[in-house]
Every structure is written in structure tokens, then in C-alpha cells.
């Protein structure tokens, strides 16, 4: 029952029973056969995390070279389950770091994804390519900063990782740190060299990402390194449209004070400023935000619709509660 012991092998795997491993190896069972989903007894045991059976595994010869359906090498795999020892095994027995999966992905950017640091420094020593990009262009750095593992970025940093480098949507980390609100990773980012001001194919720069998702520290913190109140994305919205937009009278705050009244009235391509923006949403504490800030109230949009025409299409007439000594023209 050749296919029945073979199951058994990959069953073994899961209770890591080393020994038994060994046994039906030596009884001639197929030690590169795999399962319905075309898992080796090798891949199972990386995956799985079970370093003696996969140590008996690669001591009896397995094959390294096979892969998932995904195109994982059993290094993906014993990295993504965090086993230190197995990657160190397939590394000492000459298995490339640089290998990629069908996403293109080498274990580097699995360890990242992982927030690994052991494993991280293991795969770097081993020769690594610290700025290997996806598919989609993402590097170790891009994983690690979009999802705030401050202490692999900084080992990445550390190995001279691209600070600004930019993913298959023009994205840098900074911009993926921006988007999530991690504040100690933008911090360091910047410190590094990030620039602040780098446009993604939108051209949203950080600060239109933080602004947009409402992420008040992260604001502060670009306005503290230069981040451009004044940047428009490809629809001439600035930071201060977006925070408008989402009603976030915090960063409004922010952006205001930043930029001293001079980018107050800036047009997107619809001509349209934040007071139309804060008009249309129905924002009234940002309406009088705006106005006492000496946002211009007679402002004409692409239409010629002003704050009032945007507030009274919108059914947001109630809103607009207006500052004592200022009113809308007639005309």
C-alpha cells in the first residue's frame, strides 16, 4: 500500500514523530511524494514549523528544490511558520535566499510580513537582497512599514534598505506608514531620509494619505519635517480638501495653522475650495473654522456655484450658521 504509507509519511509531519519519519524512509517510502494539494512531507514539516522531522527529511536526501502550488520553497515556508532552525538548516545546505513565489515574493519580504527580526538577520547574513521587489514592486520595507514593525524597518534601514522607494502604484513606505497612522515608523522613515513630500500615481503625497484617513499624529508629524500644505493630488485637492471632506476639524486645525491662511482657498479642478468642500458635506463647525480663518465666502466653484449654492443642493442649509459680521453676497 504504497500510497497508503506515503500518507502516513505526510501525517507524521504534523505530530512531529521524527523517528517514525526516518522509519518508513528507510522502508522505502517516496520521500519527494506528495499530497492532494501537492504538499512534500518536506514542505509540511516547513510549513508546520517541525524542525526534527524536517532535519531527517534533508539528512535523507529530500528534494529542496520542489515547490507549492505558489511556487513557496520549503524557505518561504519555514519562515512564514517562524522556524529559525529549519531556515538555517536549508541555508547550510546551499538554498538560495533569493528564490521568489508566484507573487514574486522572496523570504525576505515573508520574514517582514512576519515581523520576524531573527529571521530577518539570518536572511540578510545569508546574502539577501535587502531591496528585492514583488510584482507589484514592493520591497521588505514597504511590508514592514504598511503594517508598523518599526523594529524590521529598522534593521532593513539598517542594511541600507531604499527609504523612498516606490511600489507598483508610486507608494513609498512613508506614504504606506502615512495611510495606516504608524507614527514611531513615519518618524523613523523621515529620519532616515524619507521625503515627505513624494507623489504616488494619484500624486497624493503622505500627507494627503493622513489627512484622508484622519490620522492627526501623522499629520503633525509631516508638518514638522516640511510635508507641503500646498501639494494637489491628480484632482488639484490639497490635504486640507480631504480632512474638509471627512469632516476631521482636528487636522483642519493642523493644516490651518501650518499654513498660515496662504493655500486657504486652493482650487481642485473643479474649482472648488474647502469651504465648498465643508458646504456640500454639511460641516458647519468647519464652515465658520474656515471662514474665521478668512476663507473667501463668495468663492465660485467650476459652476459658479458658491458655498451657499453647495450648501442648499446638499439639503445642508442648516449648516451654514455664519460667523458674526460675515454674509454671503447677494450677487
Not at 103 to 112: G, I, N, S
Not at 228 to 254: E, F, Q, S, W
Request: proline share 3%; aromatic share 2%; hydrophobic share 40%.
Amino acid at each position: 500500500l504504497p500510497q497508503a504509507v506515503q500518507g502516513w509519511l505526510c501525517a507524521t509531519k504534523r505530530c512531529n514523530l521524527h523517528s517514525v519519519v526516518a522509519a518508513l524512509i528507510d522502508r522505502g517510502t517516496d520521500i519527494n511524494a506528495h499530497n492532494k494539494m501537492h504538499f512534500t512531507p518536506l514542505l509540511l514539516a516547513c510549513e508546520m514549523g517541525k524542525a526534527e522531522s524536517a532535519e531527517v527529511l534533508i539528512e535523507k536526501g529530500a528534494n529542496l528544490g520542489l515547490r507549492t502550488p505558489a511556487a513557496d520553497t520549503a524557505l518561504h515556508l519555514a519562515v512564514q511558520a517562524g522556524a529559525a532552525s529549519i531556515a538555517g538548516l536549508l541555508l547550510s545546505k546551499g538554498m538560495d535566499t533569493n528564490l521568489r513565489n508566484r507573487a514574486e515574493e522572496t523570504p525576505l519580504h515573508v520574514a517582514a510580513l512576519q515581523n520576524n527580526g531573527a529571521l530577518v538577520g539570518l536572511l540578510v547574513n545569508a546574502g539577501a537582497r535587502i531591496n528585492a521587489v514583488t510584482k507589484d514592486f514592493v520591497t521588505p520595507l514597504h511590508m514592514a512599514s504598511q503594517r508598523g514593525h518599526t523594529d524590521v524597518a529598522r534593521q532593513l534601514l539598517h542594511h541600507k534598505a531604499h527609504v523612498n522607494a516606490q511600489d507598483k502604484q508610486a507608494k513609498s513606505p512613508l506614504h504606506l506608514a502615512a495611510e495606516q497612522g504608524h507614527k514611531t515608523l513615519a518618524e523613523m522613515l523621515l529620519k532616515a531620509r524619507a521625503d515627505p513630500n513624494t507623489q504616488d500615481k494619484e500624486k497624493k503625497t503622505p500627507l494627503h494619505a493622513a489627512a484622508l484617513r484622519g490620522h492627526l499624529s501623522i499629520v503633525e508629524v509631516l508638518l514638522a519635517n516640511k510635508g507641503r500644505t500646498g501639494a494637489k493630488d491628480m484632482d488639484g485637492c490639497t490635504p486640507l480638501h480631504y480632512a474638509t471632506m471627512k469632516g476631521n476639524t482636528d487636522i483642519v486645525k493642523a493644516l490651518l495653522a501650518s499654513r498660515k491662511n496662504k493655500n486657504i482657498d486652493d482650487r481642485n479642478v473643479w474649482r472648488k475650495t474647502a469651504l465648498h468642500i465643508a458646504a456640500e458635506y454639511g460641516h458647519g463647525e468647519l464652515i465658520n473654522l474656515l471662514l474665521s480663518h478668512g476663507a473667501a465666502i463668495n468663492a465660485s466653484d467650476s459652476s459658479r456655484d458658491t458655498a451657499l449654492h453647495c450648501a442648499c443642493r446638499a439639503g445642508h442649509l442648516s449648516a451654514l450658521t455664519l460667523p458674526t459680521g460675515i454674509s454671503f453676497s447677494p450677487g
